[in-house]
């Protein structure tokens, strides 16, 4: 498979994907193949499973449902048959509402909330082309999580548009625009006091 990347970099569809190695991780944009590797580092995870947590208790009776990586998110064009599609993503947790949208293989269609945790190695993409992406598909809400500067970049859809981003500091509460109610808690982003003197010697 890697060789095949290097070789030829777009215009790969789903039909392709699916018989990729198991034991990698790719996702598609627009054709484009982008290696998900190295994995992601501890502070990464630790966001993505607190977050999780806090969303899955939230929603827990209600219709959505919440997802993390690896999660293939199929996002096609108009009718277009799975195996041509040539967008497949793995946010690192996605909230879908429409029971529809979910089959065996993932979802197909966009989810109403993708937040992405922002690693080193992804920051640009996820800034850019899944911003491009996730407004042309109609993701109702775009978060993206800078856990080391503890900010968090927020897009709503509005008309069919990502309105003006509201970057804001990650402390006290987020509310989730597109799912009244819910609040992401940033207290677990705040380290506990290291400072505390050693045993006296």
Known sequence: MNTVVQQRRRNFTYGDYRHWPEDERWELIDGEAFNMSPAPSRQHQDVVVEMLRQTANFLQGKPCRPYVAPFDVRLPKA?????????????????????????????????????EVISPHTAAKDHVRKRELYERHGVKEY???????????????????????????????????????????????????????????
């Not at 040539?86 to 879908?96: C, E, G, S, W």
């Not at 970057?167 to 609040?183: D, H, K, S």
């Open 79 to 115: 009718g277009e048959a799975d195996d041509a599609v040539n967008t497949v993503v793995q946010p690192d947790l996605a909230v879908v509402c429409d029971a529809a949208k979910l089959d065996q293989a993932g979802c197909r269609g966009a989810p109403d909330w993708v937040v």
């Open 143 to 201: 978060w993206l999580v800078h856990p080391l500067d503890r900010v968090v970049t927020r897009y709503v859809l509005a008309n069919g548009r990502y309105a003006q981003p509201l970057i804001e500091e990650a402390v006290g509460r987020t509310a989730v625009a597109c799912l009244p109610g819910l609040e992401i808690d940033w207290e677990f982003l705040n380290p506990p006091d290291d400072t505390r003197p050693g045993p006296a010697g």
